[in-house]
């Protein structure tokens, strides 16, 4: 994946400057979607906003990972349970990130243990001056420089 359109990279921006402002809160999918004016309805039940969020996400995640940052989904949760979704945990699974993360630390077995890792790792990385700096702006993206 080379590039990502639009919508992500409003949702990429948001859930970066969120790691930074507010580095102790999640954010749920329908805040999110309401933050970055996606006007999707992520309540109820399976739908096809849901399945839109997660292609949006999943695409996002996919996009840091394969340049060596952290799985920036993470931070986005279910309102009643409080970690991610599925999709979430099976992405980490088809790339890998689950099993590496889990013979490192046995103990990140557990799904809640697991998305806290992984919602701290991509809260540090972002919170880092230098990777915000290098990393904030997309190449050829058309967005602004990260902040001063």
């Not at 996002?60 to 999709?87: C, H, M, Q, T, W």
Request: net charge positive; charged share 25%; proline share 4%.
């Amino acid at each position: 994946m080379e590039h990502l359109n639009q919508q992500e990279q409003k949702v990429r921006q948001f859930i970066i400057n969120r790691c930074r402002q507010t580095p102790n809160e999640t954010i749920s999918y329908q805040q999110l979607s309401n933050a970055c004016g996606l006007n999707l309805s992520l309540s109820n039940g399976p739908n096809a906003d849901q399945k839109t969020m997660n292609k949006i996400l999943e695409n996002v995640a996919i996009y840091e990972y394969l340049n060596d940052r952290e799985f920036l989904s993470a931070p986005v949760v279910g309102i009643k349970k409080g970690v991610p979704g599925k999709g979430f945990f099976s992405l980490c699974q088809r790339l890998g990130i689950r099993e590496r993360e889990e013979t490192r630390y046995p103990m990140l077995k557990d799904d809640k243990r697991f998305s806290v890792a992984m919602i701290y790792k991509c809260r540090k990385f972002w919170q880092d001056e230098d990777n915000y700096r290098a990393h904030y702006t997309l190449p050829d993206s058309g967005e602004t420089t990260a902040a001063a």
